[in-house]
């Protein structure tokens, strides 16, 4: 039997709003967004069988797509910001800062082209902020991981060469997206989404802006 689909929704909208309407500060917004992915992965896990969990050929390491520009929401930006602040990241958060400056102007094509990587990988290619990674970076789950670095390695020639995803996964971390937007909107909080080095960086660089944003005011970066 598959997924009740409204059930779904239903349960992560009510979960999303009860959290954000709890959340007064980052560790606030950070438990939100863990709930969101919560329930999102035990969704997944109850949908999928063995069949389907073969097609998800991602493993630590595999950072072909990490080339790409994510969109986070704010919150998401503000509990990787507040994590970033702990001293034994430090190195690690100047490394944003750097890229946050470049990456500002660069758009999509440009940056596949250059082959610029996310700043948060390590050398091994492994997310160092895997707990917190954005939803976005969750919904994509290549099945293929040899055609999907060869789609990446040819988009910026105007070419195409489609990325072969786990339809599943994508539907349902964009639904669980959707539902946090959709959460910030009617509590009258900024719902807007960024690019992940900008956001994380304006909270790093401004700590204050965590109130702001819980205030409902509108984040200028």
């Known amino acids: 039997m598959g997924v009740d689909h409204t059930a779904f929704s239903a349960t992560l909208q009510q979960a999303i709003g009860e959290k954000l309407a709890e ?6 917004l950070r438990a939100m967004l863990d709930t969101a992915v919560q329930i999102t992965e035990r969704t997944l896990a109850e949908e999928s069988d063995r069949e389907q969990a073969a097609l998800v050929a991602c493993h630590a390491g595999c950072s072909a797509c990490c080339s790409l520009n994510v ?19 430090a190195q690690l958060a100047e490394t944003v800062g750097t890229f946050a400056r470049y990456l500002r102007w660069v758009d999509d094509e440009e940056r596949i082209r250059l082959r610029i990587p996310c700043a ?6 492994w997310c160092l902020i895997h707990p917190l990674r954005p939803l976005m970076c969750r919904s994509i789950a290549a099945t293929d991981p040899d055609q999907c670095r060869k789609s990446l390695e040819i988009t910026w020639m105007d070419d195409e060469e489609p990325v072969m995803l786990n339809l599943e996964q994508k539907f349902f971390y964009d639904e669980a997206f959707m539902h ?9 909080l900024d719902s807007r989404s960024m690019e992940l080095h900008t956001a994380v960086q304006a909270f790093r660089d401004r700590p204050e802006r965590v109130a702001d944003f819980l205030a409902g005011e509108r984040i200028s970066l």
């Open 23 to 28: 959340a007064a500060d980052a560790a606030g």
């Open 180 to 188: 946090v937007a959709t959460a910030l909107d009617r509590r009258g």
């Open 71 to 89: 969109a986070v929401l704010l919150p998401e930006a503000i509990a990787i910001a507040a994590w970033l602040r702990e001293p034994a990241f």
């Open 120 to 125: 948060f990988l390590d050398h091994r290619g």
